[in-house]
T-cell receptor
Framework: DSGVTQTPKHLITATGQRVTLRCSPR?????VYWYQQSLDQGLQFLIQ???????AKGNILERFSAQQFPDLHSELNLSSLELGDSALYFC???????????????FGNGTRLTVT | AQKITQTQPGMFVQEKEAVTLDCTYD???????LFWYKQPSSGEMIFLIY??????QNATEGRYSLNFQKARKSANLVISASQLGDSAMYFC?????????FGKGTTLSVSS
């Protein structure tokens, strides 16, 4: 068990809808990362937060947004969903400073999103 | 541009044998980290081993070792004494700025 909790485990929704994925990092970890895993794109970095502030952005679409709350949990919001957004979404946390990972990212079990 | 390459889509090994999974990387940053993760069919991502670019010795964690050849820009994972439970997808990753970038992965199948 990595200590990172993601909910829900599965989500099925229709095109055009909006969903929120939730992540609780490991106790003490200040950095939270979001990744998307799909068969064609592999594991893609979306966004990182460190202690409530956005630290880095990757290949995140404008329809997607995230935030990290004062209690350090994070939410990833996906809106105007398309079929191609179907993927496994991972949250990861680390105890690093958030500037350059020299400590491992610990991943949650992911949220499997299916857009129909 | 920073890049991670895993050229072996699939590898097959018998129980108790050793196996090497290849990973090459490209970066112009002198400070970076290299990571290996395991993803079983259940889907979770499990951290295996880490190597820093300034580390003089190859990293080892139990049956896992990282064969780090800086001049060749390679960071191969060696699994000794393979077990059936090692069957999974293995990802090599490199720290790039604040995040990790991942290779496409190698599927390892261990047979009895």
């Amino acid at each position: 068990d990595s200590g990172v909790t993601q909910t829900p485990k599965h989500l099925i929704t229709a095109t055009g809808q909006r969903v929120t994925l939730r992540c609780s990092p490991r106790s003490g970890d200040l950095s939270v990362y979001w990744y998307q895993q799909s068969l064609d794109q592999g594991l893609q970095f979306l966004i990182q937060y460190y202690n409530g502030e956005e630290r880095a952005k990757g290949n995140i679409l404008e329809r997607f947004s995230a935030q990290q709350f004062p209690d350090l949990h994070s939410e990833l919001n996906l809106s105007s969903l398309e079929l191609g957004d179907s993927a496994l979404y991972f949250c990861a946390s680390s105890d690093g400073t958030g500037r350059a990972p020299n400590s491992p990212l610990h991943f949650g079990n992911g949220t499997r999103l299916t857009v129909t | 541009a920073q890049k991670i390459t895993q050229t072996q889509p699939g590898m097959f090994v018998q129980e108790k044998e050793a196996v090497t999974l290849d990973c090459t990387y490209d970066t112009s940053d002198p400070s970076y980290g290299l990571f290996w993760y395991k993803q079983p069919s259940s889907g979770e991502m499990i951290f295996l081993i880490y190597q820093g670019s300034y580390d003089q010795q190859n990293a080892t964690e139990g049956r896992y070792s990282l064969n780090f050849q800086k001049a060749r820009k390679s960071a191969n994972l060696v699994i000794s004494a393979s077990q059936l439970g090692d069957s999974a997808m293995y990802f090599c990753a490199m720290s790039v700025g604040a995040a990790l970038i991942f290779g496409k992965g190698t599927t390892l199948s261990v047979s009895s």
